[in-house]
């Protein structure tokens, strides 16, 4: 089976700490897989995340993701790397409050170079696909949290990635737009989706996932893989 | 709580102090280089306000300076005129005569005056010593401090003249004489044994008067004189007034370029001072709130954020006193050469009101966000930093987002809007910085232009005397070499006296030996000589002009240069002295022979007090020219023809020398060195201002920065962007700056010339050509770009993580 994301032996030490936050951790993660990482506060979650993501890099290990060594990159080749394979959902949003929705949505397609129209092309495909096409012009300010997340999904799909990482995607909405987006991450993986989500909330890794790694103080307690997603 | 220095208050105080480093650096390095210039400015102003009313009453000067024949009257008369009623203070008689020295490379200086003295302190014209000491024996002089340069230092060997039997005199010293009362001195006996057939000895008296405030007044004083002793003893008087006139020209001339970049200083001081502190205090509104949600009361948090802005701009201010002292000194020693003070140094009061309105200044720019974070409700203050950003500037984000250009330059571009108030400090900040590099390097071309203006007869290769009846003083000075300024008028020295060892040929003859000798390619003669001038009491300098004299001719203010008989050329102020204009005609006398002269041009020539005329000689039949200015051929070399042509003309009783280069004008390079230094600082301040601000910018917006780069920005599209949001800021402040410099050139030029009594040529105005001004607005957007460079490097090396996480 193809890993997309591959690591080995992957810690992580901030400062001067003796402990690890994170590992080792020895992680695959298969093409088309949804995996859903848990564990309590400072389990080390955000940083699994982040390490995959090439925002951070470990302590110690390596971490190979669609295909390529990302712990040995440069920044520059960090970002082609993210813009290319990656694509992120965070907690709050993180939308550009002064673009607009479309404007979010291209923005990743515009770093990469590609053409205006081209990237306004997909931007439209993707809000339609998410519903969010009547918000084109409006700016995020002024959107739901629901609308907002999808805004978020959509700008991380726009480069058709490798792979989504989403970091607690419902952690900041009620529980109706917590379901929307919950269905959201269901049917971009039954699109085929490789997804590696961070959440607290085990309602959310039980729909969405298909194996869940449970986080305790740094370290893989908990390994189970789900026969379907419900 | 009592204040700053400890407990809770003083805690917070240092350690926002302490945390904002860049901040405060930047408060404190803006108000250093703020100060500073101002310091500098403020110093300079004073000192050029009536300088030589300072020097003259420090100096006990001269209201008199009078020659007297010692074979008409004795010592001892002499000694009897200062118990005349007026008489406050006199001092001499001093042994007085002219000599015409060689210097030791065998240029000739002008004819100096040297006075027999056997000190420097006197109770009149009380000299200041510059440099070196008194002379003490024979073959020892002290020389007029103007002319203290690479070509005379001390030590310098001078002869007397240049004859065979002339002393050498040892540079011993340099000093400053505000009344002008002699050029060179020396031991009574020294001046004595110098006296020559040509060059008789008088003696000289200074006096002080208590009445000597008006030319009426000074006549007065000077008929007493006369009358007191033998007809026919006073040969010669020299009044303060007159001295002084010719100062506070000079002087005036700076004022308006100084006031210029005073003012261009404090205007951007304050801006940048405050724009930086606001944004400081601006972006604590969140901590401002925390403070208040753990009991600080809202007084005691305006003051703390007053005090964090006062602290690092006191450490700024006090620097910039000592840098703006320490800078201010050369420039200082350089007035003094230039205007004949003594010993000036920064007026105590500019040390106190300069840090003193820089203070209040920074106080008030803090006071006004530190009330506003004050009156803050607790809750609204914490909210500041997590609340949605304003949502100022989308159409900006819009519009920018439709143009051709890659994503990063485009989000940049519009990221100012976001700001308007802080990308408007900036732009200003920008705007004077380029205002200032604009109107410096104009004016530092004008004043080149001003200087290769200048007695544009010395631009000759070679010169050649005849000599003859209006070669000496009074009726024809020859100067060999282009001479320092003389104190107090930016002007070269006029010799006084009979002047010695002149040639006497006759000029057709010298005229047929220039013609003769080859490597000539062209000539044109001249005679100086004064002239009675209807409308003008006294006499007037008159150059008079014989062959093809374009070479020699002055830049024009108005009108073309002569071309022919019966034309005069004057300059600015002969016209308004006259009431004459362009076209209209003026009786001159020139050696008793009157003509009615048409008036064809205006010229730029500030000699002899802006009354100079220049005239053709074959309008008068007697004048002959006396000296003839040579060009020689290209590939001719000035020395060899020089001294091959007064092989000739030599037996003939003429002689002929290379001219050296001209020297740069002490005032001119004293105007280039204080513009290019408030140039620099006005510029650095510029930079620390854009500096600020987008430090300020990238702070505010690291979160997104961290977005955009999670999204896959790269480092170089983040130096992009954040260099790209200062670029338009960069470019509006070159398309403002530089008209607003361009125009304050074309005002502050004229009203140089009008203090100094004259009016400009086009050479010295249209100084600019269109590729500079390109250049210099530029300059505008590098200014802005540098500014922006460091803050652009952290934000592309900041940790995405680390961003994300940044509220």
Sequence with gaps: MTHVIELEGVAKRYGGADAPALGPVDLGVAQGEALAVTGPSGSGKSTLLNLIAGLDRPSEGSVTVAGQRIDRMGEHALARFRRERIGMVFQFFNLLDDLTVADNIQLPAQLTGTARRAAASRAGELMEVLGIQKHARAYPGRLSGGERQRVAVARALVNKPALLLADEPTGALDTASGQDVRELLVDLHRGGQTVVLVTHDLELARACATRTIHLVDGHVAVDTHAEAVR | MTGFGSGALGRVVRSGVGRRRVQTLVIAVATMMAVASAVVAGSLIVATNAPFDHAFARQHGAHITAEFDPAKVSAAQLAGTRRLDGVTASAGPFPSTTVNPVGPDGGHLPALTVVGR??????????????????????????????????????????????????????????????????????????????????????????????????????????????????????????????????????????????????????????????????????????????????????????????????????????????????????????????????????????????????????????????????????????????????????????????????????????????????????????????????????????????????????????????????????????????????????????????????????????????????????????????????????????????????????????????????????????????????????????????????????????????????????????????????????????????????????????????????????????????????????????LGVLNSVVLDTRERVHDLGVCKALGMSPRQTVTLVLASVAGIGVAGGLIGVPAGYALHDYVLPVMGRAAGTGLPPSVLDVYDTSQLVLLGLAGVLVALLGAMTPAGWAAKVRTATALRTE
């Design chain 2, 118 to 687: 056997s000190g420097s302190g006197e109770d009149v014209d009380a000299l200041d010593l510059k440099s070196g000491r008194w002379a003490r024996k024979q073959g020892e002089v002290v020389l007029s401090a103007s002319f203290s340069g690479p070509f005379l230092e001390l030590g310098t060997k001078l002869r007397s003249s240049d004859a065979e039997d002339a002393r050498t005199l040892t540079v011993v010293g340099f000093a400053l004489s505000a009344s002008g009362t002699a050029e060179m001195w020396a031991t009574p006996a020294q001046v004595r044994s110098l006296v020559s057939g040509d060059g008789g000895l008088s003696n000289q008296m200074l006096y002080r008067f208590d009445s000597a405030a008006t030319k009426a007044q000074i006549a007065a004083d000077r008929k007493a004189i006369a009358a007191a002793l033998p007809a026919g003893a006073l040969v010669g008087t020299q009044s303060w007034l007159d001295t002084k006139h010719a100062a506070d020209q000079g002087a005036a001339a700076t004022i308006p370029f100084l006031v210029a970049f005073g003012v261009l200083g404090i205007v951007m001081s304050v801006i940048i001072v405050g724009s930086v502190i606001s944004g400081a205090v601006g972006t604590s509104l969140r901590r401002i709130g925390i403070l208040k949600a753990i009991g600080f009361t809202p007084r005691e948090v305006v003051r703390a954020y007053v005090a964090q802005a006062l602290i690092p701009a006191a450490a700024g201010i006090a620097l910039g006193v000592v840098l703006g002292n320490v800078l201010a000194v050369p420039l200082l020693n350089d007035t003094e050469s230039v205007y004949g003070t003594v010993s000036l140094s920064v007026a105590w009061w500019v040390d106190v009101v300069v840090p003193a309105g820089a203070l209040l200044v920074v106080a008030v720019a803090a006071l006004v966000p530190a009330l506003r974070a004050g009156r803050l409700r607790t809750v609204e203050a914490i909210a500041v930093g997590r609340a949605p950003r304003t949502t100022r500037g989308q159409w900006a984000h819009r519009a920018a987002g439709r143009l051709p250009l890659p994503r990063p330059v485009t989000y940049g571009l519009a990221s100012p809007f976001a700001h308007p108030v802080r990308a408007a400090a900036m732009v200003l900040a920008v705007t004077f910085g380029t205002v200032a590099a604009t109107f410096a390097v104009g004016l530092t071309q004008s004043l080149n232009a001003v200087a290769h203006a200048q007695d544009p007869e010395n631009r000759a290769d070679v010169t050649a005397v005849s000599g003859g009846d209006g070669a000496g003083p009074g009726g024809g000075v020859v100067e060999r070499r282009r001479a320092p300024a003389a104190p107090g008028s930016g002007q070269a020295p006029a010799a006084s006296g009979p002047n010695q060892g002149q040639a006497s040929a006759d000029p057709a003859a010298v005229r047929a030996a220039i013609a003769a000798q080859s490597g000539t390619a062209s000539y044109y003669g001249t005679t100086t000589g004064d002239a009675k001038v209807s409308g003008i009491s006294g006499a007037v300098r008159a150059v008079l002009y014989q062959g093809d004299s374009r070479a020699g001719g002055y830049e024009m203010i108005a009108g073309h240069w002569l071309s022919g008989r019966g034309q005069v050329v004057v300059p600015t102020r002969f016209l308004e002295r006259t009431g004459t204009r362009i076209g209209g005609s003026v009786r001159v006398t020139f050696q008793k022979e009157t003509v009615s002269l048409r008036i064809v041009g205006e010229a730029f020539d500030t000699s002899d007090d802006g009354l100079r005329l220049h005239a053709d000689l074959d309008s008068f039949a007697k004048a002959k020219p006396q000296v003839f200015h040579i060009e020689v051929k290209s590939g001719v070399s000035a020395a060899t023809y020089a001294r091959k042509l007064n092989a000739v003309v030599e037996p003939l009783g003429g002689a002929a020398f290379a001219e050296s280069a001209p020297q740069g004008e002490n005032m001119i390079v004293l105007l280039e060195a204080m513009a290019a230094l408030l140039t620099f600082m006005l510029v650095s301040v510029a930079g």
